[in-house]
């Protein structure tokens, strides 16, 4: 039977000094997976870019599955953080115009490291960081959902739990593979074409305008 590796960190970092320390490994770590891949990255060329010892890494975490794990969790709750943010600001605006705002958000947050979001997304089973994903997809849906019952009356759509879970995998599956995969889609002049069609895609099948 193959070994389930430890993904978990061994402590947390409490002080200012420490957190450092983790902030400078996690950043090493996605620097590492970007630049040389996940087979070759380990945990003392981590520890070398990070300027930190190998007893500090080995202090916080096990080995290097549970870097890449908390460097997972950490992008994952930066693009929720930016839903997050997106939902609030047009939570009384328009069908329209909220989609079309978290249509750009996705855009914008799948931009920040596209390289690394595309590593990260390849590991997600293999550090077993999928019901992170999934706990966070639920939230989205959740957000989403709450969004569309308070604009009920603008919509053709009976079903909102999914109606809602059909809004988050499409937006999500359209900006991922736009931005990640088929950078060409979103570039210059033609992000606003993605903006319209895929705001048309999502709104014309809430609204059924």
Do not use: W
């Amino acid at each position: 039977m193959t070994r389930r590796p430890k993904t978990a960190p061994r402590k947390l970092a409490t002080q200012q000094r420490a957190q450092r320390t983790v902030d400078a490994l996690l950043t090493a770590t996605a620097r590492i997976l970007v630049k040389e891949g996940y087979d070759t990255a380990s945990t003392n060329k981590i520890a070398l870019a990070a300027g930190a010892s190998i007893g500090s890494l080995y202090q916080y975490f096990p080995g290097k599955e549970a870097l890449v794990a908390a460097v997972i969790d950490r992008h994952m709750e930066e693009m929720m953080g930016v839903v997050r943010v997106a939902l609030a600001d047009v939570m009384d605006q328009p069908v329209e115009t909220a989609v079309r705002r978290l249509v750009a958000v996705m855009v914008d947050a799948h931009r920040v490291d596209p390289r690394l979001h595309r590593v990260l997304f390849e590991q997600l089973p293999r550090v077993g960081r999928l019901a992170n994903v999934e706990a966070l997809d639920h939230e989205a849906y959740a957000l989403v959902r709450g969004y569309l019952d308070v604009h009920r009356d603008e919509l053709a759509v009976s079903d909102l739990d999914l109606a809602a879970f059909m809004c988050v995998k499409t937006v999500e599956t359209l900006t991922h593979t736009a931005v990640v995969n088929a950078g060409d889609h979103v570039a210059g002049p033609k992000l606003e074409t993605f903006l319209d069609e895929t705001t048309r895609l999502v709104a014309g099948y809430l609204t059924g305008r």
